[in-house]
């Protein structure tokens, strides 16, 4: 039966990837026992960054993503916000000759370091400059204002945009989910006229009922707890297909999807229209 084996991989496939995160749990725990004195999220922040140290360089590897995910973020061009690099893994398929400034929101300060040398190797030099914040709107804009990008008191962001490009590679699953309809919005709007929203993400597969139902047992009680907030529920193509204030909206699921996988990745390009005329307000 092909199609028991179909399934029998992709439903395996999360629980090889709890199964190591809990691995990494217990190995931090054993290791920096006293890291939990300073707190959870401490411990968190190590315990993820022991876990991506080992499966980034993996992840971001994989032929059946690389090739898609080059093709997204090496359209990155002038000043440009990543949001959730992580520890830098993808950042090979940034094109330093195109690109005038990195900003990259990363709420994990202990990726930091490895963002920097990361982009120093593909020759950004010191043109990649992490912020400790994350993609929502409370987190982000904040930090925007203390890297001088943003005014720092005002009730609506500017008109003309601030970024040529925004970049968001497998990250978005983390952002809180009630809240990504404002995420999008403060995106859209952070863009300048014509900059490009760049994305390559897994969405909520809801092609096969059973893999519906295995989706929700394990977003209910173990994903996002293990895996770093992440959720495989996530909802950014219908968001942005929702929206008002893009050009053009190029979104597709990958070739090899077939319906049944737990992750549907899918890729996009979104241009954001010259709307000088919209009041973008984030309070």
Not at 64 to 76: F, P
Not at 227 to 247: F, P
């Amino acid at each position: 039966m092909p199609w028991f084996k179909e399934y029998s991989l992709t439903l395996a496939e999360p629980l090889l990837l709890m199964s190591m995160s809990l691995f990494f749990l217990a190995y931090t725990l054993l290791s920096q026992p006293l890291l939990l004195l300073k707190g959870p999220s401490s411990f968190r922040s190590k315990w993820f960054e022991r876990m991506y140290a080992y499966l980034g360089p993996q992840m971001a590897s994989s032929p059946l993503q690389i090739d898609y995910i080059e093709s997204v973020m090496s359209q990155a061009h002038g000043l440009v916000l990543e949001l959730g690099p992580g520890n830098g893994d993808q950042t090979f398929h940034l094109k330093a000759n195109k690109i005038e400034k990195v900003y990259g929101a990363e709420p994990n300060e202990h990726f930091h370091a490895s963002l920097v040398a990361k982009a120093k190797e593909i020759g950004l030099g010191d043109k990649y400059l992490p912020m400790k914040a994350g993609a929502e709107p409370q987190s982000l804009l904040p930090a925007l204002q203390d890297a001088g990008l943003l005014p720092g008191t005002m009730t609506r962001l500017p008109e003309e945009g601030v970024f040529d490009s925004i970049v968001t590679i497998k990250s978005m699953c983390s952002a809180p989910q009630s809240q990504l309809p404002k995420t999008i919005e403060v995106i859209r709007a952070l863009l300048k006229p014509g900059g490009q929203f760049l994305f390559f993400e897994h969405l909520q597969s809801d092609a096969s009922f059973i893999t519906q139902c295995y989706v929700w047992i394990i977003n209910l009680f173990l994903w996002p707890a293990l895996m770093g907030g992440c959720r495989l529920d996530g909802k950014l193509d219908k968001v942005i297909a929702g929206m008002s204030g893009w050009e053009t909206r190029k979104m597709e699921n990958i070739r090899e999807y077939q319906g049944h996988e737990v992750f549907r990745y899918m890729k996009g390009v979104c241009t954001r229209h010259d709307a000088s005329s919209e009041l973008r307000e984030y309070t």
